[in-house]
Structures are given as C-alpha cells and as structure tokens.
C-alpha cells in the first residue's frame, strides 16, 4: 500500500506570495490532517479535514487555510506570506472510525517551504 | 492549551547501549504515539499505545502508557547506529468529531559506533 505522498518537496517563495501544498492520504483513509513544524515550536497542529470537512483547526492566522476533494487528497493554501511561514510542512492521514488502528496517524515526506 | 513535556532533549550513548526517554503532560491522553523522525523525512509510527497501563513492544522498541494516562516511555534495548534520529511522542486527545496529536520537543539520539 502507498504512503502519505506530498507535492511538491521543495518550494522557495518570496514575502507576500501565496503558496498551495498537496497531499495525497493512504489509500482508503479519509481523514487528512495538516502540520507544521518548525526548529522553534516543534510539531504544530493546522488543521484536519474528514470528507470534504475541517472538523478542527489549531492557532494559526486565517492565512493558512485548506480543503479536502472528494477523493480524500488535500490541499493547503498559505497566503500573504510571511519570513515566519518557513517550515516543514506536514501531513497526515489516518483510518476512519471502526477500523483497526484508526487512532493511528501516518505522515508524508513533508514540503519544504523557504520563504525569502 | 496542551503540553507535552518530553525528555530528555539530546542523548549521546554508546552503541549496544539501552535507551530511555519519557513524555508527560498535564492533560489526560486516550492514546499515545511514538513517532521516529529522520533528517528530510516525516515521522515515522513507532508503536501506538491505546490503553493506561498497557506495554507494547516492537523489535528492541518498548513503550508503556501510563496508568494515569498522563504520561508514556519508550525504550530502546541493544542501540545500533540506524536509531540515529529525533523521537517523539504525542498524544491524542479524548473528545469526538475531531482528532488532533499534540507532540512533544522531541529527543534527538546519537548513537556512537
């Protein structure tokens, strides 16, 4: 079975710019969720999405938003960027309810996103 | 919000040494994670822990959750130089309609040959 895969692994963006990051869940899985991680603070929560639904949001600005396609893939969406948006920027999916290890989360390679 | 305090932050051992580091939070978990994370690689699941008290092993790996759910270890036995990397724990919130892992700082090893 295919893992958690994101698009693309690198980007370099400048102040002000926006930027989209994709991620593809395993196949099967329906909730998608969104992290950053920075040397800094670590491990942070954004968001997570569950069909087609954000069903919980971190403490982040409105800059950072997402959505989730019928076929469970998601997109997140950073506008106006700022230097402090330089991250890893992770996702990760996980089985839905009912099924066996469905407490379980699985990462992808992450994006690493520079902004200049 | 929620804290996961994790230590130790840096570990430097001899290979064929054991291994030892712990989470603990003021918050009550109902599942805990351990996750391993290489250089330009996300995490990597561990070993989950689902109920207080429980002891699961994986390989040389063994990770308890703690009886008051507030806390987990996770044991390394017989290092070898391929363990190299940061582990973290993170726990997982009770509450429904809505997952969220809160991580800790991470504890980075270094294993010497």
């Known amino acids: 079975k295919a893992g958690v895969t994101q698009t693309p692994r690198y980007l370099i963006k400048t102040r002000g710019q926006q930027v989209t990051l994709s991620c593809s869940p395993i196949?099967?899985?329906?909730?998608v969720s969104w992290y950053q991680q920075t040397p800094g603070q670590g491990l942070q929560f954004l968001f997570e999405?569950?069909?087609?639904?954000?069903?919980n949001k971190g403490n982040f600005p409105g800059r950072f938003s997402g959505r989730q396609f019928s076929n469970s893939r998601s997109e997140m969406n950073v506008s106006t960027l700022e230097l402090g948006d330089s991250a890893l920027y992770l996702c990760?999916?996980?089985?839905?309810?009912?099924?066996?290890?469905?407490?379980?989360?699985?990462f992808g390679p992450g994006t690493r996103l520079t902004v200049l | 919000g929620q804290q996961l305090n994790q230590s130790p932050q840096s570990m430097f051992i001899q290979e064929g040494e054991d291994v030892s580091m712990n989470c603990t939070s003021s918050?009550?978990?109902?599942?805990w994670l351990w996750y391993k994370q290489e250089p330009g690689e996300g995490p990597v699941l561990l070993i989950a822990?689902?109920?207080?008290?429980e002891l699961t092993s994986n390989g040389r790996l063994t990770a308890q959750f703690g009886i008051t759910r507030k806390d987990s270890f996770l044991n390394i036995s017989a290092s070898i130089p391929s363990d190299v990397g940061i582990y973290f724990c993170a726990g997982q919130s009770l509450g429904a309609g809505s997952y969220q892992l809160t991580f800790g700082k991470g504890t980075k090893l270094s294993v010497i040959p």
């Open positions: 196949s099967g899985h329906r909730s």
């Open positions: 918050s009550i978990f109902n599942t």
């Open positions: 999405y569950f069909s087609e639904t954000q069903r």
């Open positions: 990760a999916s996980r089985g839905t309810a009912g099924t066996s290890g469905n407490n379980e989360q699985f």
């Open positions: 822990l689902y109920k207080a008290g």
